[in-house]
């Protein structure tokens, strides 16, 4: 895995955006020497070739990133991913239409780009064919051994299973009789005091300890022979973190918030989000001026009540402030029900802030929050006190994702479907946690790329 972003990226993914990367410019470069009419390096280099092989390679890229071809890249079906090539090109023919009227001289000659795309349609779905072969036979893989079988081992096992190109496998798990089992087909090794007769037999990479009880149970002293004799030894919440990029509630542990130097947020990351979110605000009100007084007018004329939404939400420390949202629900939502949460196909949504809310339209006031310092561009989502006060009592450690500001957008918002149930908000708050321990301006960069990417493919907020 190589951490890029304050994010663990399997090696397999960056090798395919670099190998394919090759392959589309290969593509085009190949159809110019083909069809120019002069040779191929004064093309290249006098008339700007590279930069215009390279901008239609950077269109294709990014259209195979916002078809989340690089999220998942295992083939389910090959007409499916053909389909997928072909919608990618027909945005890159696109782009490039419109690079054409406005800069002609960036713009790859017609010829060029057609039969460079249609070379592109057979070499990209067949390089990405043999690569993921390749992946799943060929690509040596860290033989993982586990140590118990807690909920985070389990799904950590069943991950690794079901995505062989995070180049991991379970090789085999030891816990003690009455624990839960594992999936079906990760063999059981025997019991914890076995570990080293185990070790010695399947030569591990890699020792995952995820032990419900450890007190008494844990075989320190093997573990610690094993590893001095080379073999990385990982504690289940540290594998679950790098998996599936946040922070197990399920495993954590009180002495691991009083004693870790990495878990709470750096005070130099904090001061200099405070500064560049001040500016990406200010930016973004001027930017986006004409669409919000569109929004207002839409708001206004479409159903009764006021065009903007004021609600108390609990900011940094836990300290109350006022958000600004465009009214996306009827003036009287709330007055029998109370405060509840938003729910899919809710009926209180207007039809205007039914299309507000799927393009985000409706966060667009929240650009003041920031100015205002109550929000910062990238943060875990504002909630309501009188959710919070719920919460915290029945999930632990919810308080402490009151530790930096809110944000407009976040990790936990990029990453996981909007939901109402309680196994939600634990998962939303370990993907904030793992933000709060990772703040840094690569990540939240990060995140505003893919915010821009969910908002595009209308994966909208409730």
């Not at 795309?117 to 067949?126: T, V």
Request: a neutral charge; glycine letters at 8%.
């Amino acid at each position: 895995m190589i951490k890029l972003f304050r994010v663990s990226i399997p090696n397999s993914t960056v090798e395919l955006l670099v190998s394919e990367a090759i392959v589309v410019l290969s593509c085009y470069l190949l159809a110019a020497y083909a069809t120019e009419d002069v040779a191929l390096d004064i093309f290249l280099m006098e008339e700007g070739g590279w930069w215009r092989v390279a901008l239609v390679t950077l269109f294709i890229l990014g259209g195979l990133y916002f078809r989340d071809l690089y999220e998942e890249y295992r083939i389910a079906s090959r007409a499916e991913l053909l389909q997928q090539f072909c919608l990618v090109l027909g945005l890159a023919f696109l782009l490039q239409a419109l690079l054409d009227y406005a800069r002609w001289d960036l713009a790859l000659p017609r010829r060029i780009m057609l039969y460079g795309s249609m070379l592109l349609l057979f070499a990209g779905p067949l390089w990405r064919i043999l690569f993921t072969g390749v992946v799943r036979s060929a690509r040596s893989t860290q033989k993982i051994l586990f140590l118990g079988a807690s909920t985070a081992v389990r799904q950590i096992m069943q991950t690794l299973r079901e995505r062989p190109e995070l180049g991991m496998m379970p090789i085999g798990v030891m816990y003690v009789d009455g624990a839960p089992g594992p999936p079906e087909d990760v063999p059981w090794l025997g019991v914890p005091d076995q570990l080293s007769i185990a070790a010695a037999e399947n030569h591990p990479d890699r020792i995952v300890v995820g032990m419900m009880e450890r007190r008494g149970a844990l075989p320190v002293q093997q573990l610690v022979e094993l590893r001095f004799a080379g073999v990385q030894i990982e504690d289940a919440a540290a594998t679950y973190e790098t998996i599936f990029h946040r922070v197990s509630v399920r495993e954590l542990r009180p002495s691991q918030l009083i004693f870790s130097a990495d878990l709470g947020p750096r005070p130099a990351m904090v001061a200099m989000q405070r500064v560049y979110s001040w500016i990406l605000g200010l930016v973004g009100v001027v930017v986006a001026l004409p669409i919000i007084g569109l929004v207002a007018l839409l708001v206004r004329f479409s159903s009764e009540g006021p065009v903007l939404y004021r609600q108390t939400r609990l900011g940094k420390h836990g300290i109350p402030f006022t958000i600004y949202k465009f009214r996306s629900m009827r003036a009287s939502a709330e007055a029998d029900s109370g405060a509840v949460w938003a729910s899919k196909d809710d009926p209180r949504v207007t039809p205007v802030g039914r299309w507000l809310r799927k393009l985000r339209l409706d966060e667009l006031p929240q650009l003041f929050n920031v100015l205002r310092g109550d929000m910062s561009m990238v943060g875990p989502r504002p909630e309501r006190p009188e959710f919070v006060n719920v919460l915290e009592q029945q999930v632990p450690y919810y308080r402490q994702r009151l530790s930096v500001k809110p944000g407009v957008t976040g990790w936990a918002q990029i990453n996981h479907k909007y939901g109402d149930t309680m196994e939600d908000v634990i998962v939303k708050l370990e993907y904030d946690l793992y933000y709060i321990k990772n703040l840094a301006p690569s990540l939240d960069a990060y995140i505003i790329f893919h915010t821009v990417k969910t908002v595009l493919l209308g994966r909208g907020a409730q």
